[in-house]
């Protein structure tokens, strides 16, 4: 089965700046959703938006998709410190996996105080 | 609410020994999942149920067991531990709604020796 690719793998931003994170994929989806995982936690939920959304918006957080370049962003405005941790793009349904959400690698953002 | 509880936090096996991870949620929710997190490789599926008494396969089910008999409960087993299972191993819980989001436990982290 498919899964997200994030890009970057890794990246590094001074407290206020904004974070951009990106996630591509190959095949069809119903949704495409967001998680954050600080060091050593589970997963916390950030975001879903689904295959006729374009973008929503939660807070600091934006998030857009594009269906015709299977691709989705992920921007963190004015990042603080606490904003440090891994973040996932997860697939959901599609191809007729209905009930599986499959995770990309994630890309660790760094937000230097 | 706990939410999604995972016991144990902890365990180190030897290579061969068995042991089962318990994953108990407290939100009548019908999905249950089994991911495993290795370092650079994301989060991938083990085994999933969409119900009481019902389970199936993921991505990378070889080498373990789970079982579904109570729905807040969800069991995976390891029969015989290689040290290519030492991992951390998160439980996942979501509602009838499918395309809400996924409830992670805090992670059951395994080492094989």
């Known amino acids: 089965s498919q899964q997200g690719e994030e890009d970057p793998q890794a990246l590094s931003i001074q407290e206020g700046e904004n974070a951009t994170m990106n996630c591509s994929y190959k095949?069809?989806?119903?949704?495409l959703q967001w998680y954050r995982q600080n060091s050593g936690r589970g997963l916390v939920h950030l975001i879903l938006i689904r295959s006729n959304e374009r973008e929503k918006h939660s807070g600091r957080l934006r998030v857009t998709l594009d269906t015709s370049k299977k691709s989705s962003s992920l921007l963190i405005t004015a990042s603080r410190a606490a904003d440090t941790a891994s973040y996932f793009c997860?697939?959901?349904?599609?191809?007729?996996?209905?009930?599986?959400?499959?995770f990309g690698k994630g890309t660790l953002l760094t937000v230097n105080p | 609410n706990a939410g999604v509880t995972q016991t144990p936090k902890f365990r180190v096996l030897k290579t061969g020994q068995s042991m089962t991870l318990l994953c108990a949620q407290d939100m009548n929710h019908e999905y249950m999942y089994w991911y495993r997190q290795d370092p650079g490789m994301g989060l991938r599926l083990i085994h999933y149920s969409v119900g009481e008494g019902t389970t199936a396969k993921g991505e990378v089910p070889d080498g373990y067991n789970v079982s579904r008999l109570k729905k807040q409960n969800f069991l995976l087993g390891l029969e015989s531990a290689a040290p290519s299972q030492t991992s951390v191993y998160f439980c996942?819980?979501?509602?009838?709604?499918?395309?809400?989001?996924?409830?992670f436990g805090e992670g059951s982290r395994l080492t094989v020796l």
């Open positions: 997860a697939l959901g349904g599609g191809g007729g996996s209905n009930y599986k959400l499959t």
């Open positions: 996942a819980s979501i509602g009838p709604a499918y395309t809400g989001e996924l409830f």
């Open positions: 095949t069809s989806i119903n949704n």
